[in-house]
């Protein structure tokens, strides 16, 4: 079956590091994606990994290890305006793009 | 560049009227799919298309249809609407191999 697990619900200090784990079972694997959505908003791209390793950008990280069926999401220097859910998403193999997301995950930076 | 439209915004309907949602996206992208999102329960896809003429059943197809004429426009039709059916409903577009755009969402009620 279809399986991608994130916690519900974070909190961290602004200034601060901030890890968001993603386990995933899917029956196909063509890459994750961590993608940011505030509150009555469209999800937005944040990071994508198809190979093992670290992605990083700027203020943000993803790590995947295939093996494992796990990435994370790791925000540096935590702003007030990364407040918000970060989904998690598995793209399933073959040619038809589909994501599988995952429930999210809420983060609430405190001052 | 408008990215991915989504018309209307909001749209409140009674049990058994049947409307189509709008979807728009001007970046000549080849997949379009549709994804409900309900509180807890995180994306799920409704349909999808990999490109003018095809489109495929996603999680959750019941009590929806949609049709892909064009490369730009991919609507969702509800058939006779149900309370079931409440939700935010985000279309999405991409290329092969690469992360999805959404639209600003459609928040629907039926009452």
């Known amino acids: 079956g279809q399986n991608i697990d994130q916690p519900t619900e974070m909190t961290a200090t602004e200034g601060a590091i901030v890890q968001i784990n993603c386990t995933y079972q899917?029956?196909?694997?063509?890459?994750l994606f961590w993608y940011q959505q505030h509150a009555g908003e469209a999800p937005t791209f944040l990071s994508y990994?198809?190979?093992?390793g670290l992605e990083e950008k700027g203020r943000i990280s993803s790590f995947l290890s295939r093996s494992k069926g796990y990435s994370y999401l790791l925000l540096k220097e935590l702003q007030m305006k990364d407040s918000a859910s970060y989904l998690c998403a598995v793209r399933e193999g073959g040619a038809t793009n589909k994501l599988i997301f995952g429930t999210g995950t809420l983060l609430a930076v405190q001052p | 560049n408008a990215g991915v439209t989504q018309t209307p915004k909001f749209q409140v309907l009674k049990t058994g009227q049947s409307m189509t949602l709008q979807c728009a996206q001007d970046m000549n992208h080849e997949y379009m799919s549709w994804y409900r999102q309900d509180p807890g329960m995180g994306l799920r896809l409704i349909h999808y298309s990999v490109g003018a003429g095809i489109t495929d059943q996603g999680e959750v197809p019941n009590g929806y249809n949609v049709s892909r004429s064009t490369t730009e426009d991919f609507p969702l039709r509800l058939l006779s609407a149900a309370p079931s059916q409440t939700s935010v409903y985000f279309c999405a577009s991409s290329d092969p191999g690469t992360f999805s755009t959404f639209g600003s969402g459609t928040r629907l009620t039926v009452v």
């Open positions: 990994n198809v190979l093992d």
């Open positions: 899917t029956s196909g694997f063509n890459g």
